[in-house]
């Protein structure tokens, strides 16, 4: 490594920055440029009909301003734009942006494109910074500014060819975050002043982070200044465009909104360049976690995430906030508790109540996402996980005193399988240990007879229960009495050779509904040593569920 080959990014001189003591407060105007910015970064572009269901997919999720392409470079992003207006698909209320590079030839071929569209952001560019002055061009700042401004000149003579077409110009200083800022300035209000931008015409100023270089709060002080020093503000929309090679594209978007930026450019899941551009999702998301409406259709999270892989052929990693597989999911014990406790309590609060479940930023409901996912086991994974599990998805209400003992099965299960568990090996640890056991006690057969006391209907009624039950693979004929088939089963073991023991705790639910309800008994039985065990029962008999309980825990 050889930090001495890099030199920190120059401060912007700006005193009393106001941005810090901002906030957001509304949504910006959004651009969506997964059809150029995105679509020109992937290793198999986007085809007519795949960049038309995805146009499609942009205008559902609200967008009202989407970059098409670049219709001069190539016959497919030409032919693209043709069909949108030739097939009627672009709403009144949206927007189309194309990109243009300010020559003659590309302007004419990109107005000849747009006839027949009501109105469009005509997109011109050219890199301003230092290193492409010096590298990619070789020209001073004069010359810099005049590509600029021929660029506009030529765009206002060819303005005629794009016929009833309502043009507003969008000027991009490219590498904006790089270059000087007083030059950066004075570019683009020598650009605006040729548009001849008015409060009723603004032009789009958009700022790009074209290869992000320093931290947010830089470029946050970058678009407080340029905001309080072009002229004319109110002739202006300043826009952000931020790419993510530092990975603070959100970060720079964010804080370019506090200090005064109008619109935002970028892609859904940041697709783009390099490490991408701005993903809009996240941002989006971020400020509805703040009670902002994004103005933008989020809530099938799912679903926008399978259109877009399917689309571009580009993966969402399982981290991504907000849209990856693994972003509402807990596999650490303490958490699943936490999350397990907070979901509780929120069955029991009003529907609008404050969301504040510990772990989860928002309601994964609230874009479309399922709560199964939320707590997954493995070898890190707790006590509540497990039951949160069983309970979520086989509707078992196991007692609370029982979570230790579940947890360590599943737990040495992950463990043992060096790997995340499936929900079903969950209720399968769960079922071998507790329902499936038939050693060293079974039940070969089982009867019990309902006595009425002689002291008539309102006195107790006595259980009397007899039967078979093979103990360490020997067969003894039992029976007893008691209040309850439960309390005679017990009795009835009392004469074999099965150890003494009472039960020290009970609970019992229902799971299903009509012919299809079993119920459930959950019993914790002492010894006379001390020892204490667990065991389930399940059966659609309410009376045979606690005794297979019994059986269950004796079989520990
Ligand atoms: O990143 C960038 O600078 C661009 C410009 C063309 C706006 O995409
Ligand atoms: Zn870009």
Redesign the pocket.
């Known amino acids: 490594m050889k930090p001495e080959k890099y030199k920190p990014f120059a401060a912007i001189d700006i005193k009393n920055r106001s941005w810090p003591d901002k906030s957001i407060t509304k949504a910006p105007v959004w651009c969506s440029v997964d059809l150029r910015?995105g679509n020109q970064a992937l290793v198999n572009p986007m085809g007519i009909e795949q960049k038309l269901a995805f146009f499609d997919l942009l205008v559902k999720l609200g967008f009202k301003e989407i970059e098409v392409g670049f219709p001069s470079a190539s016959d497919t992003e030409y032919n693209f734009l043709r069909r949108l207006i030739e097939e009627k698909r672009i709403p009144d209320d949206v927007t189309v942006q194309v990109?243009c590079q300010a020559r003659e030839h590309l302007i004419k071929k990109t107005f000849e494109c747009l006839q027949g569209l009501p109105r469009v952001i005509f997109h011109i560019?050219n890199s301003t910074s230092p290193a492409q002055r010096k590298y990619t061009f070789n020209m001073t700042k004069e010359e810099i500014v005049k590509v600029a401004l021929d660029g506009i000149a030529c765009v206002k003579k060819l303005l005629p060819l794009a016929g009833d077409c309502d043009v507003r110009l969008e000027y991009?200083p490219?590498?904006f975050s790089n270059t000087e800022i007083d030059f950066a300035v004075e570019i683009c209000e020598a650009v605006k002043n040729a548009w001849g931008a008015t409060p009723d015409k603004k032009i789009i100023l958009?700022l790009?982070t074209?290869v992000e270089c320093a931290m947010p709060n830089i470029f946050a002080d970058q678009i407080e200044y340029f905001c309080t020093h072009i002229t004319n503000r109110d002739s202006v929309i300043i826009s952000l465009?931020p790419?993510n090679d530092r990975g603070e594209g959100v970060a720079t978007c964010e804080m370019g909104l506090l200090a005064g930026a109008d619109r935002v450019e970028g892609t859904i899941f940041g697709n783009g360049e390099r490490t991408g551009n701005l993903d809009i999702v996240i941002v989006g998301l971020n400020m509805y976690s703040q009670g902002i409406d994004p103005e933008l259709d989020l809530s099938d999270i799912p679903f926008i995430a399978a259109k877009y892989e399917e689309l571009t052929g580009m993966p969402i990693h399982p981290r991504t906030p907000y849209a990856g597989e693994l972003v509402f999911t807990a596999f650490s014990g303490s958490h699943q508790d936490a999350i397990r406790k907070g979901m509780a309590a929120r069955a029991t609060m009003p529907e609008n109540a404050v969301w504040d479940v510990p772990y989860l930023p928002i309601d994964p409901h609230d874009i479309g996402r399922q709560y199964e996912g939320i707590i997954r086991i493995n070898s890190q994974s707790g006590k509540g996980g497990a039951a949160f599990i069983l309970e979520n998805n086989y509707g078992l209400s196991i007692p609370k005193p029982m979570h230790p003992v579940l947890g360590e099965i599943v737990k040495e299960a992950a463990d043992k399988a060096q790997r995340e568990l499936k929900i079903a090996e969950v209720y399968d640890c769960f079922s071998k240990q507790w329902l499936n056991k038939t050693e060293p006690l079974s039940i070969t057969d089982l009867a019990e007879t309902h006595i009425d006391s002689p002291a008539g209907k309102n006195a107790d009624k006595t259980v009397a229960c007899r039967g078979v039950i093979l103990w360490k693979e020997k067969e003894y004929a039992i029976g007893g009495k008691g209040n309850g088939p439960l309390d005679a089963f017990v009795a009835a073991l009392k004469d074999t050779p099965v150890p003494r023991f009472n039960i020290t705790s009970f609970y019992e639910h229902s799971v299903g509904s009509g012919s299809d309800t079993s119920a459930f008994s959950y019993v914790q039985i002492t010894f006379e040593d001390g020892r204490q065990t667990w065991g389930v029962g399940k059966s659609s008999n309410v009376g045979r569920a606690g005794i297979e309980a019994v059986v269950s825990a004796l079989n520990q």
Do not use: A, G, K
């Open positions: 910015d990109l560019y991009s490219e590498s958009n790009p074209t465009h790419h």
